[in-house]
């Protein structure tokens, strides 16, 4: 079965530093999106994408994050300056179709620490 | 806002136990209902949904879930647990908006003891 594969599984960083989570998504799916939870706290949307562009954010996706897709078939999040507070498991997944949540599959997540 | 409530943050069973996570959900609208699984080190994985039609729905590994609207409830529920169960269930629902956004339960973490 295709799967959505995150690397690295585990990715330490010092706060104020640049992180970037990485995502391949199943090859024929078109939307994307990031998702993550906070130790002990609920999993959270983040943001989703589509053609190259956000189609809908949370409030926590603010000016430190951002999402690209660089070479067509990457799906990166980056956050430019870490905060302590941004330490979570990072989840992304990809649906083939616009979806309504039936069809969406998950990566294994990357558990981001900030030191 | 939407939000999903899981009621049961850690579940502890023998083998053979009888399993029920309860899940309910604020929205007046109508809602597609969800439950997740993630075993662990690996990914979240549909364990079954809800669209419409019959309130009672079967997922994989003998699981099921009831949606009760009056109650705004999709519990799941599995007979008689396995240690294979041990695992974080989570309930989410999507508000039909053709997203893909689910608004996620705060998870619960069921362990199942041989």
């Known amino acids: 079965e295709p799967e959505v594969t995150q690397t690295p599984s585990h990715q330490v960083t010092q706060m104020g530093q640049e992180v970037i989570l990485r995502c391949v998504p199943i090859?024929?799916?078109?939307?994307f999106y990031w998702y993550r939870q906070i130790l002990g706290q609920k999993v959270e949307f983040l943001v989703s994408?589509?053609?190259?562009?956000?189609?809908?954010k949370s409030e926590i996706f603010d000016d430190q994050f951002s999402v690209e897709r660089p070479d067509g078939s990457n799906f990166t999040l980056k956050i430019r300056s870490t905060k302590l507070e941004d330490s979570a498991m990072y989840f992304c997944?990809?649906?083939?179709?616009?979806?309504?949540?039936?069809?969406?599959?998950f990566g294994s997540g990357t558990q981001l620490s900030v030191l | 806002a939407q939000s999903v409530s899981q009621h049961n943050h850690h579940v502890i069973l023998s083998e053979a136990a009888s399993l029920e996570l309860g899940c309910n959900y604020s929205y007046g609208g109508t809602v597609n209902l969800f439950w997740y699984v993630q075993y662990p080190g690996q990914h979240l994985q549909l364990l079954l949904k809800y669209f419409s039609g019959d309130p009672l729905v079967k997922g994989i590994k003998g699981f099921e879930a009831e949606f009760i609207k009056s109650k705004f409830s999709f519990n799941l529920r599995k007979p008689s647990v396995q240690w294979s169960d041990t695992a974080e269930y989570f309930c989410?629902?999507?508000?039909?908006?053709?997203?893909?956004?689910?608004?996620f339960g705060q998870g619960t973490t069921l362990q199942v003891k041989p």
């Open positions: 989410a629902v999507n508000a039909q908006s053709n997203t893909g956004k689910l608004i």
């Open positions: 997944a990809s649906s083939k179709d616009r979806s309504n949540g039936e069809k969406l599959f």
């Open positions: 994408f589509y053609n190259n562009e956000i189609s809908e």
């Open positions: 090859s024929n799916h078109l939307y």
